[in-house]
């Protein structure tokens, strides 16, 4: 969007942070992150300089999901603490300039949730329709293998439908049986989630992180789709991007946000999203979201076995994907920027070195994300340079992704359990969940007692604290980092063009605004890397992750050490 310095919404220069609260800070010993456990620690996020603090769910639920399950959508969960606890958050982080924004997971909701009680309790029930419940396939009897009324596999894998016994009827649920989808074909439902919504505004959060939103339109004629994997079949046709989407999405616009102080943030989360939907989602003259979370860069290194099949990331597809979403965004809508999040691996494990050149990597990549054009999303720990978490046992881990894989894995014997070890280790989502690294102490001072989920034994040396005492630190290189998107106009609204596109090792690219322009370079290698950019003579180093200037010679030709990173004022 060609957005002016005087004109661009706040959000262009403002830098968000993600925190999972089971797993940021334990206040009361009981091995289980909670709002008190946050609050502790809102000095640790305004030191880093961030806009917005997005908070994962903190609702009421039996926690299927870690929360995403949610059985009560107007209160906390007593794990997580109180609502006045949640007013003293929102209180603490607005003292300090920063805003709050909620986590919305209105695709589906717990099984537990009073909605689906009703709604299963009978099929007269006057919220039946409020889920998507259907009869047997056409001869078959309930139960019945391949009864379901759809082939749909779920995300979760198996069937994406759960037969009810007592009324033998199935209900749909694309991610665990324990969160059916609520059918937002009804205008009932609809309005119910609004008045909620508007229910968290008036109490003065700032906005809302829409979990998988793009999914809440379906096809009613849910129609099968096509099989690639045994008996189940792809239904994302039917229910990603759906008919009625953008209908939806501008109708919670005027009910909920339309007329509200411009001070508010809305991402969709949106999988399966294509730039050329994301151009409609985010295009301010619509009137939908702000900006969407798209999965096209990390799906690059997924093999043709899915997520825990890994394959080698080639840094020419990355730029090409990142290349596209910049250009196709460039003229109308916005783009975040993400490595990292509770669903996503350590990207210093993941395209880095969580080695000998952790720092290094780490301070590199988030370089390279933060000045490309779009809003940056940190997540916990993603400032420290945390890395995954190797588990010995396949039983160590938790997360109900995970473990569905390892089951049907090893129910059709689709591979060993070292080969499901491996695949997990580098994928599996409690990578991004083992407790925040605090300090050096037992438990990395996440807990007095014992955590959910094992610390990582590095967090001797790579905690907060540490971090904090060093200049040369991940932190404090992504503190300048947020600090130059705040102060360089360039960062938040600059032309972005891409150089080397073919280049195996190198990231290169600038950005351009009113005259001035930054060159941005990070080699994505253990290796020195020789390269030449017509840019880089005569310009002057702004932020770099070595002590020194490795500066391009009178030609452009600049040798980059390993890992390294460097963004450079172009002599005009």
């Known amino acids: 969007m060609t957005w002016t310095v005087e004109d661009a919404p ?16 334990d206040s009361d010993g009981d091995g289980v992150g909670d709002l008190r456990g946050v609050l502790d620690h809102v000095d640790h996020l305004s030191a880093l300089g961030v806009d917005v603090v997005w908070l994962s769910p903190i609702y009421p639920s039996p926690q299927d999901d870690n929360g995403y399950d949610i059985s009560d959508y107007q209160d906390v969960d007593p794990s997580f603490g109180t609502l006045a606890d949640l007013d003293a958050l929102l209180a603490a982080l607005h003292e300090r300039g920063m805003r709050l924004v909620m986590d919305l997971v209105v695709n589906h909701t717990s099984d537990e949730h009073p909605w689906f009680v009703e709604s299963r309790a009978s099929t007269e029930s006057p919220k039946r329709d409020w889920y998507w419940w259907r009869p047997p396939r056409h001869g078959m009897a309930p139960g019945q293998p391949g009864a379901e009324p759809t082939n749909w596999r779920s995300f979760f894998s198996g069937p994406a439908w759960e037969l009810d016994e007592s009324t033998g009827e199935y209900y749909l649920h694309l991610f ?8 937002w074909e009804n205008p009932e439902v609809r309005h119910a989630v609004y008045a909620m919504m508007r229910w968290w505004l008036d109490r003065g959060v700032d906005g ?18 096509p099989v690639r994997d045994g008996v189940l079949g792809d239904g994302s ?22 007329g509200r102080p411009d001070r508010l943030l809305t991402v969709g989360e949106m999988p399966g999203v294509t730039v050329e939907h994301a151009r409609l989602f985010t295009d301010p003259a619509r009137a939908e979201v702000d900006m969407v979370f798209q999965f096209e860069h990390v799906g690059l290194d997924h093999g043709p076995g899915g997520k825990f099949d890994v394959r080698r990331l080639r840094l020419r597809d990355l730029k090409a994907s990142f290349g596209r979403w910049q250009a196709e965004l460039a003229d109308v809508g916005w783009n975040s920027l993400y490595w990292n999040n509770h669903d996503q691996p350590r990207i210093v494990s993941r395209f880095g070195d969580d080695g000998a050149y952790r720092r290094e990597s780490a301070t590199m990549l988030g370089t390279v994300l933060h000045l490309h054009r779009g809003t940056p999303y940190v997540y916990q720990g993603e400032e420290l340079g945390m890395t995954n978490a190797r588990f010995d046992s396949l039983d160590d881990y938790r997360d109900i992704e995970s473990l569905r894989h390892v089951a049907e894995a090893r129910a059709h014997g689709h591979a060993t359990d070292d080969e499901l070890l491996d695949g997990l280790a580098a994928m599996s989502r409690d990578n991004a969940r083992t407790p925040m690294q605090w300090d050096a102490t037992e438990h990395a001072g996440f807990t007095t007692g014992t955590p959910w989920l094992p610390v990582h034994p590095n967090h001797v040396e790579v905690n907060a604290a540490a971090a904090r005492a060093d200049d040369r630190s991940v ?3 992504y503190r300048r980092l947020i600090e130059l998107r705040h102060t360089d106009p360039v960062v938040a609204l600059g032309d972005f063009t891409m150089l080397l596109p073919d280049h195996e090792h190198v990231y290169a690219f600038t950005r351009s605004l009113d005259g001035d322009t930054l060159l941005v370079l990070g080699n994505f290698s253990g290796d020195e890397q020789d390269v030449a950019v017509d840019a880089g003579a005569g310009s002057t180093l702004v932020l770099g992750n070595y002590d020194d200037d490795a500066a391009p010679d009178a030609d452009g030709r600049v040798r980059l050490r390993p890992w390294e990173s460097q963004v450079r004022r172009v002599a005009r």
């Open 176 to 183: 665990s049986r324990k969160q059916p989808d609520l059918n």
């Open 237 to 258: 046709a039917a229910y990603t991007n759906g008919p009625r989407i953008h209908e939806f999405l501008a109708e919670m616009h005027r009910e909920v946000f339309a």
């Open 208 to 225: 809302f992180r829409m979990d998988v939103i793009n999914l809440v339109s379906k096809d009613p004629a849910l129609p099968d789709g």
């Open 10 to 25: 706040w959000w262009t220069r403002a830098v968000v942070y993600q925190v999972y609260p089971r797993s940021f800070a």
């Open 475 to 477: 932190f404090h290189h």
